[in-house]
């Protein structure tokens, strides 16, 4: 079946300008996680979504930073007023339920803030 | 709050031959879960192994086994009889056992495998 998928695979943009990334999950899967992958650091949690329940937004760095999922299935992740210490890989993962431990991580999304 | 360290930046290990990672990780929790995942140029992460932390026995995967010491918090991945197609990012990564199921990572291992 269809693995995670994400758009764009790369994204080049200006200081200032917003964006928005997208996630396909696995059909299926309960939960989705947004992390971030800084040049030469591990993947930092960013937010996740559980069913119907509340995000956990507690990794969101700054206001700037927002995300939606609708129906359940594909989740946006909006970056207002883009800093250059945004440029990040931006992973994207699902799982069939929380207490489920496997998560299945999409291949990401370079983002270059000029 | 956890925290899990790679102290190795880079390894290098000849093809067939055998290489150990190592992870730490410092919790208060007593159950958890402990994963290896492999991240290659193409930026996707694979899931290696994982380790339940109440198991006591050492999980393994065809190649790759892991040394988990729950007292030490130590949990080093050992890849038996490398391949080429093991030369990659590797990530040590823990799990809480409760509702909040973010991974929180350590920093990763590039592997080089050379013939």
């Known amino acids: 079946g269809a693995g995670v998928s994400q758009s764009p695979s790369n994204k080049v943009t200006e200081k200032g300008k917003d964006v928005e990334l997208r996630c396909d999950p696995i059909?299926?899967?309960?939960?989705l996680y947004w992390y971030r992958q800084s040049l030469g650091q591990g993947l930092e949690f960013l937010i996740y979504f559980q069913g119907n329940s509340a995000p956990d937004k507690s990794g969101l760095p700054s206001d700037r930073f927002s995300a939606e999922r609708t129906g359940g299935s594909v989740s946006t992740l909006t970056i207002q007023r883009t800093q250059q210490e945004d440029s990040a890989v931006y992973l994207c993962?699902?799982?069939?339920?929380?207490?489920?431990?496997?998560?299945?991580f999409g291949p990401g999304t370079r983002l270059t803030v000029l | 709050a956890q925290t899990v360290t790679q102290s190795q930046p880079e390894m290098s290990v000849q093809e067939a031959e055998t290489v150990t990672l190592s992870c730490t990780y410092d919790?208060?929790?007593?159950?958890?879960?402990l994963f290896w995942y492999k991240q290659p140029p193409s930026r996707q992460m694979i899931l290696v192994i994982r380790q339940e932390a109440y198991k006591q026995q050492n999980a393994t995967e065809n190649r790759f086994s892991v040394n988990f010491q729950k007292a030490a918090k130590s949990f080093s991945l050992k890849i038996s009889d490398s391949q080429l197609g093991d030369a990659a990012m590797y990530f040590c990564?823990?799990?809480?056992?409760?509702?909040?199921?973010?991974?929180?990572f350590g920093t990763g291992t590039r592997l080089q495998v050379t013939l």
């Open positions: 993962a699902s799982s069939l339920a929380v207490l489920y431990n496997e998560q299945f």
């Open positions: 990564a823990y799990r809480s056992d409760g509702t909040a199921s973010k991974l929180t």
């Open positions: 919790t208060s929790e007593s159950d958890y879960y």
């Open positions: 059909s299926g899967h309960t939960a």
